[in-house]
């Protein structure tokens, strides 16, 4: 597949891809293209499957669930440089939250599927693939727990 030298531009100044050399960066460009969206936007919403995940050129977007009796609360706030729907890297499964564009946004689209595919084959690849998600994940889930703490109250007796 012929890969755009604009992907290829756009994924190497990205932190994400800090310390990824030149091959492993021709190899995820293959599997991804530029995409935009409107501020308002929901690029997912919680319960949906998906194949992709996305790496935030510029633009703001919010991690949200939805709490009975309250409504949307934003978790996470996920902006330039950062990874959004890496999970889809683990295995297929269905959206924890929705994600709405706070404003415009520039984004990489990565086929997670067949990124998967390929870090099973290229171990290299895969190494530094799920080193940086698992750091990304890991921090996400911890500041989730975070924000909801600050948004639960004690039980009643």
């Not at 932190?15 to 492993?24: I, M, Q, R």
């Not at 991804?32 to 194949?51: D, K, L, M, V, Y």
């Not at 949307?72 to 330039?80: C, Q, W």
């Not at 959004?84 to 599927?113: K, Q």
Request: charge should be negative; aromatic fraction near 8%; proline fraction near 4%.
């Amino acid at each position: 597949m012929l890969v755009s030298d604009s992907v290829i531009q756009l994924a190497a100044n990205q932190p994400f891809f800090s310390g990824f050399g030149p091959e492993l960066i021709q190899k995820i460009a293959s599997v991804s293209e530029p995409i935009s969206f409107r501020a308002g936007t929901h690029i997912w919403r919680q319960g949906e499957q998906h194949a992709l995940c996305y790496l935030i050129l510029s633009g703001h977007l919010a991690l949200e669930i939805y709490v009975p009796l309250h409504g949307p609360l934003a978790v996470e706030s996920v902006s330039a440089g950062e990874m959004l729907g890496g999970a889809g890297m683990v295995a297929s499964h269905n959206w924890n939250f929705d994600a709405r564009a706070l404003t415009d946004v520039e984004a990489i689209s990565i086929d997670c599927i067949r990124l998967r595919e390929m870090s099973e084959e290229d171990h290299e690849l895969g190494y530094h693939v799920y080193r940086r998600l698992a750091h990304i994940l890991g921090a996400r889930l911890t500041t989730a727990r975070r924000r909801l703490l600050e948004h639960s109250s004690p039980l009643k007796d």
